[in-house]
């Protein structure tokens, strides 16, 4: 099978395409024959080592690519139950030393895996995974209820955007930050305020919400800039650690850290075949052209994920 790896750290021209032997599930596996596998920004930390530079990914020969996962299982291991065979599934691959989801067919813990929406082609389920879980984590971590108030950064990307929607599911009203060429797509997705990216954050969240909000999720890593927008005594979710401001004005700061929840995944996967959550494909292209949509998304601006479709 061909998976997309890296032997050393660089720009995307790093990126191969190699050939690997199918991998075979053991215990509580299944083997999934990849459909589709949604770009993440985190694969670009992969690639240039910053993730080995912090420590989160120890040195090694080859480092695989994907985190995200749609596709069909074709095998499954001793002691699984609740899939089968033929099955359509979605699944997140959290363990960064495992083989990634770049690939024509990877092995995942059932556990990792929920059965996709059968609404939405694969293409679009494989956006779900790791910004679905990221962002309803980082919703649950703020701990706001009906009526509250929330500032979410980044919301036109695919965690901001997805955390508008289950705000707005859970009656909490959202404050978007976002390009001034976004307030469409963020308004469509359920925000209550629009606020077009500036350096007066502060001021601008605090004309809109006198004393500041209850909670911020800092999707665009904006840090105390945001943070400032925040009342005493709110939480603050931060996404990247080493970007996390500190806790004033008795505020709490939570780093908010993804993993494979194949169960909260399958309900999400349940809202989006409702058709109660959105997910947004910018553009699909072939596993050979991992390279070029890590350019893409270096670039910034994409609307939708980059998917590769083996």
């Known amino acids: 099978m061909r998976a997309a790896i890296v032997r050393r750290f660089g720009g995307p021209d790093v990126i191969e395409i190699a050939e690997f032997p199918v991998g075979e599930p053991g215990r509580g596996q299944v083997r999934i024959a990849v459909a589709a596998a949604a770009v993440n920004r985190i694969d670009l930390s992969t690639r240039t080592g910053l993730l080995t530079e912090a420590g989160l990914l120890a040195p090694a020969e080859t480092y695989s690519l994907g985190w995200d996962v749609a596709g069909v299982i074709d095998a499954v291991g001793p002691g699984v139950t609740g899939f089968a065979v033929g099955d359509r599934v979605v699944g997140l691959r959290d363990v960064l030393s495992a083989a990634g989801t770049y690939a024509d067919s990877v092995v995942l813990d059932a556990g990792a895996v929920a059965p996709a929406p059968a609404t939405v082609s694969l293409a679009e389920a ?137 169960g909260r995944l399958a309900e999400l996967s349940a809202l989006v075949e409702a058709g109660r959550l959105t997910l947004r494909v910018a553009e699909t292209l072939p596993l050979s052209s991992a390279a070029q949509a890590h350019t893409r998304m270096a670039a910034g601006g994409v609307r939708g994920r980059l998917v590769l479709v083996p």
Not at 194 to 209: G, K, M, Q, S, Y
């Open 126 to 262: 494989a956006t779900l995974p790791m910004s679905g879980l990221t962002a309803d984590r980082s919703l649950a971590l703020t701990g706001l209820r009906r009526g509250e108030t929330l500032l979410v950064t980044g919301a036109a990307g695919g965690v901001g955007g997805t955390l508008l929607q289950l705000a707005a599911l859970r009656g909490i009203r959202t404050v978007a930050v976002a390009g001034p060429d976004d307030r469409g797509i963020v308004e469509s997705l359920g925000a209550t305020w629009f606020v077009p990216r500036t350096d007066e954050l502060a001021a601008t969240v605090r004309a809109i919400v006198p004393g500041g909000v209850d909670g911020v999720v800092d999707a665009a890593v904006i840090g105390i800039g945001a943070h400032e927008a925040l009342r005493g005594g709110g939480v603050f979710v931060a996404l990247v650690a080493p970007f996390a401001p500190p806790a004033l004005r008795g505020t709490r700061v939570i780093v908010q850290e993804v993993y494979a929840d194949g």
